[in-house]
Nanobody, 125 residues
Framework: QVQLVESGGGLVQAGGSLRLSCAASGRTFSPYDMGWFRQAPGKEREFVAVINWSGGRTYYANSVRGRFAISRDNAKNTVYLQMNSLKPEDTAVYYC??????????????????WGQGTQVTVSS
């Protein structure tokens, strides 16, 4: 089992920045691809970004590419999501997830075995 706990969410004005963190505990963190997803009210959960086990590969949803950056520190068992130039449409609950789905990039939520509880991000206009 891998336990994941997100932090860093909050309320920010449009154009601002936030950095989300996801701390892992339990089984060894490093073999897993780590992804970020988000779910806005009334919408399905959607893929945001993923980083492979070594940190050498990343992939982003078109809606966040160039504004968000995912990174990881395997020594600290933590993955990060730096979010810049935030827009009101980025408002959602953000979830981190751990998976070993094999194919790259792992975009589907079913490829992730472990999930955090989520952290709320609200961007005001």
């Amino acid at each position: 089992q891998v336990q994941l706990v997100e932090s860093g969410g909050g309320l920010v004005q449009a154009g601002g920045s936030l950095r989300l963190s996801c701390a892992a505990s339990g089984r060894t963190f490093s073999p897993y691809d780590m992804g970020w997803f988000r779910q806005a009210p009334g919408k399905e959960r959607e893929f945001v970004a993923v980083i492979n086990w070594s940190g050498g590969r990343t992939y982003y949803a078109n809606s966040v590419r160039g504004r968000f950056a995912i990174s990881r520190d395997n020594a600290k068992n933590t993955v990060y999501l730096q979010m810049n130039s935030l827009k009101p449409e980025d408002t959602a609950v953000y979830y981190c997830a751990a998976g070993d789905g094999g194919s790259w990039p792992p975009l589907g939520s079913r490829l992730y075995a472990y999930w955090g509880q989520g952290t709320q991000v609200t961007v005001s206009s």
